[in-house]
Structure formats: C-alpha cells, structure tokens
C-alpha cells in the first residue's frame, strides 16, 4: 500500500465533507508528528495500535562482503514499531481467513487494441 492508496482509504472511510488534499494533508501532519517525537527522543503509544519507539544499537565488527575485511559499525538510533496484543491478533486471524483469488478480467478482443489492421499507420 501506498501513501496514495492509505489517502483514498481514509477518504473512503470518512465520507462526504472532507476532501482528498484534506486527508492527505491529515495524513502529512502525522507521518511528520511521528517524526518529530522519535527525532526528539519521545515515544508514541497508540492504544489498540502499537508503539513507535527509538532504539539504540550497539557498536559492532561488521565484515564487508566483497573483501571480508572487519569493518567498524558506530552505535545508531534506529526507529522501531512494535505493534500491540490486539493488532497482533487481528492480524494472525486475517492470515488465517482463506484468500479470494483477484477476479479476472476477461481478455479484449483484438480489434479493440488495434492488433488488426484497419487504421492508417504513421507516418
């Protein structure tokens, strides 16, 4: 899913009233709000969601892959998500749910594509 497609489900989901550049632009605010508190140190807690947290890794002796030299990884903040009991488990059921096969659509007949003939060709 895409940043576009979490826009059109949002607009879908509220209704009339509210436009696509306006849930785009709630969406915006906060993708950046969640950015800021993790860029600030703060975590953020999303009952029924997860959590968005910093973690701090290690220094470590990496190697590099063409050459297998050691090579020296300094300590890093990373951003981590860890999603909650509930997500978790709405999650694992939904996986559990058999899949609908995509319907098909039938094939176009050729003349509908130009395959045959009957047009003028370019120059």
């Known amino acids: 899913m895409t940043k576009a497609d979490l826009v059109e489900q949002v607009y879908e989901a509220i209704g009339p009233g509210v436009t696509k550049k306006d ?3 709630i ?21 029924g969601f997860g959590t968005f947290k910093v973690r701090r890794r290690k220094p470590r002796l990496a190697r590099n892959p063409r050459t297998g030299d050691p090579v020296r990884v300094p300590s890093r903040a990373v951003p981590v998500f860890k999603p909650s009991r509930l997500f978790k488990e709405e999650v694992a059921e939904a996986a559990d749910r058999p899949v609908e096969p995509p319907r098909q659509e039938p094939p176009a007949p050729p003349w509908s594509s130009g395959g045959w003939g009957g047009g003028a060709s370019a120059p």
């Open 23 to 25: 849930c785009a632009a």
């Open 27 to 47: 969406i915006d605010a906060f993708l950046n709000a969640v950015k800021q508190s993790l860029s600030s140190g703060e975590h953020i807690e999303i009952r």
